[in-house]
């Protein structure tokens, strides 16, 4: 069934019918010949090669003359009241649609952006078959001027697409009532100066229409060998097709049961493809949007703009591989986009188009076939990269990273020092993983915690997101700066005999907590939920750059959770919020979580599947570690702090263990007991 997204599949072999045509030796004599393959100035494949340099002219001071369209059989005559009417509004906007005839395209210079430096007819100008109407788009990505204008009185709009009513009847169309001739001697020169050989035209029944002594291209689009619709590209690069035809991929019967194809923006695009040695390839008929739409994909019925596609989708549905070979600018880009939304992410790859200097790249096929040949060509179709889809990606997509890792050039990637010569052989610290911290109340988690980012920040200037809902600012703030200043507070109990940091110190200290630590709070009496506290680290990283994120503890957060879903399901998707955010930011992140309830506890420190909620913390965490004091007097010190180390994910930071470490009450520091 065909859907909104076209996924579609493919088989294996390309079939190329054999067209019939006219033969091209049987040229008629053309007396003037707006391309000219013998000007007076020599011309090289290497300069200059628009259809501008093959221009001469039957008037006597060289002017082109504009094109004369022929007005369909099936148009009505308009009225002359009504074109005036519309014509003289399009010109107070500095468009000039007196040579333009209703129910046709025109390309024409741009009023408002000129056609940028390089001066290209950009604007597509489309007058209404009953003459009432005019749209018109600019397709240069840097202007994308739109807007319509009708007869009526005050009905113009700059910027707001009219909408048209799609035409009832496809015109059924044949070579003979378009006046199609083959191509002159002129034109087959011109088509040879950008490499495109007679076989090829002759092989896409490329054609050629007269208007008055002027002579245009014809791009024929065929399916089935029978003529669909037409074309026309004139002396300054102005296209327009014929009105009220089906629109299809031109050259599409060459895809016909192709696993294989290649879509490109251009007709030329196509013919160049096809002397690189690739006939399994198509253009799209209406070029490409200034940019990528941010709408939802529509139907078919209102995906006007691409029905070319559904159009042609039984050339399309078999096809494994589709290689996008767009324009290299911003709009080709967009169209890839736009094709890939519709034909299947998962079955495109894209095409990206050689260096031509050291600041620049070539823009389409047919530019890489005149400066580079088809080899080059043929090397950038082969080399196509895989079309990316969000969140599904290859290792080489992260060679950079992995080199950087290897050499390791990026800073921390095998962890840093804890500060505790007996800890750093077990567990070190590495940006961007999550550590479980627990241990049975009043054993010095957060303490423990604390002692853990002074080290760090003094070791290696990191910086911190404290969101610690247990501890009050004030309180808070003197366990760090004693940590710190390495003295007292105060002058109290505790303090004993040492002497307690002087003003100035605690001034110092005042503006270290500053510059080194983001506080999260709630303002209010509301407990806060993961996201609010993910969502501000989210900010402390990007505005302060800080390095770690502390959740102390996870009881003290809001964990209301939606009916018929588990605590443990709870904990699981808390904790995966968890981990992105600090693989995402490469922060690290210390979350305390206090163990249940210990029936007939005697003492022993607890394990990682004791913590309160789900054995998900020790399922998740990248590391695990319980701190224990010890609380009776014959088994050893009691200021001495057991850190077991329970669960490492990365044996390149460290592996399970136990350090032992002297906490020092009166200033709230922990060291290495060797060093006593």
């Not at 489309?126 to 807007?147: H, N, P, Q, S, V």
């Not at 701190?627 to 057991?642: E, F, K, S, W």
């Amino acid at each position: 069934m065909y859907t909104n997204s076209m996924s579609l599949h493919i088989s294996s072999h390309i079939s190329t019918p054999v067209l019939k045509t006219q033969a091209l030796n049987s040229v008629p004599t053309c007396s003037n010949f707006i391309f000219n393959a013998f000007p007076a100035k020599p011309i090289s494949i290497f300069t200059n090669l628009s259809l501008k340099t093959c221009a001469i002219s039957s008037t006597p001071n060289g002017t082109v003359v504009n094109s004369v369209k022929v007005v369909k059989p099936e148009v009505e005559v308009q009225s002359d009241n009504k074109l005036i009417i519309l014509n003289e509004k399009l010109m107070k906007l500095g468009i000039d649609s007196g040579h333009c005839n209703p129910g046709e395209y025109y390309g024409m210079l741009c009023p408002k952006c000129k056609g940028g430096d390089t001066g290209e007819q950009t604007l597509s100008l489309f007058i209404t078959k009953d003459g009432d109407a005019a749209l018109w788009t600019c397709f240069r990505a840097e202007c994308g001027w739109k807007g319509s204008t009708q007869t009526l009185p005050n009905k113009s709009s700059n910027g707001k697409m009219y909408k048209i009513a799609k035409p009832k009847e496809i015109r059924q169309l044949t070579e003979q009532r378009l006046d199609l001739q083959p191509l002159c001697s002129e034109i087959r020169a011109y088509f040879s100066e950008r490499m495109i050989s007679e076989e090829t035209l002759q092989r896409n029944l490329v054609m050629q229409k007269t208007y008055g002594d002027q002579i245009a291209i014809a791009f024929t689009y065929r399916r089935n060998g029978k003529l669909i619709s037409c074309k026309y590209r004139d002396v300054n690069k102005k296209f327009w097709q014929e009105s009220n035809t089906e629109k299809i991929l031109y050259g599409v019967d060459d895809i016909r049961g192709a696993s294989e194809i290649i879509i490109v923006e251009g007709e030329m695009d196509k013919l160049a493809m096809e002397e690189a040695g690739f006939r399994n390839c198509v253009s799209v008929p209406d070029g490409a949007p200034p940019s990528v739409s941010k709408n939802s994909l529509p139907s078919k019925e209102e995906d006007l703009k691409y029905q070319y596609l559904w159009n042609c989708r039984e050339y399309l549905e078999k096809a494994s591989r589709i290689i996008l070979a767009t324009d290299g600018d911003q709009p080709g880009q967009a169209l890839a986009e736009e094709l890939a939304r519709r034909l299947g992410r998962e079955r495109c790859w894209k095409v990206k188009w050689p260096k031509k200097d050291e600041n620049s790249h070539f823009k389409d096929a047919n530019e890489v076939l005149m400066f580079r040949g088809p080899e080059v060509l043929r090397g950038a179709i082969e080399n196509a990269e895989v079309y990316p889809i969000k969140g599904l990606f290859s290792f080489a997509d992260f060679f950079d990273e992995i080199n950087a890792y290897y050499y390791q050039t990026l800073s921390y990637q095998l962890g840093v020092s804890t500060g505790w010569k007996a800890l750093d052989q077990y567990y070190n610290v590495v940006p961007g993983e999550l550590t479980i911290v627990t241990g049975v109340p009043n054993s010095g988690k957060s303490e423990w915690i604390d002692a853990l980012l002074c080290n760090l920040c003094e070791s290696f200037g990191w910086k911190f997101a404290l969101c610690s809902m247990e501890n009050k600012v004030r309180e808070h703030a003197r366990k760090l700066l004693e940590k710190h200043v390495k003295k007292p507070f105060f002058d109290a109990r505790y303090g004993e005999s040492a002497e307690r940091m002087s003003a100035e110190e605690f001034e110092q200290g005042k503006q270290w907590l500053s510059d080194t630590f983001s506080l999260i709070r709630c303002d209010n009496e509301c407990l806060p939920n993961i996201d609010w506290v993910l969502d501000l680290a989210k900010a402390a990283v990007l505005r302060h750059g800080v390095n770690g994120l502390v959740i102390d503890p996870y009881n003290e957060l809001d964990h209301q959770r939606p009916p018929n879903t588990t605590e443990t399901e709870y904990v699981s998707q808390m904790l995966t919020k968890v981990k992105r955010f600090a693989q995402h930011h490469s922060c690290h992140v210390w979350f305390v979580a206090h163990p249940r309830q210990l029936h007939n506890w005697v003492g022993a420190a607890p394990n990682l599947y004791d913590i309160s909620g789900s054995a998900h913390f020790i399922n998740k965490c990248d590391n695990g570690i319980v701190i224990h004091r010890n609380r009776d007097p014959a088994a050893g010190p009691l200021d001495t702090v057991q850190v077991c180390v329970r669960k490492v994910r990365n044996k390149v930071a460290g592996t399970i263990g136990e350090a032992f470490l002297s906490y020092n009450r009166v200033t709230g520091e922990y060291v290495d007991i060797d060093d006593i």
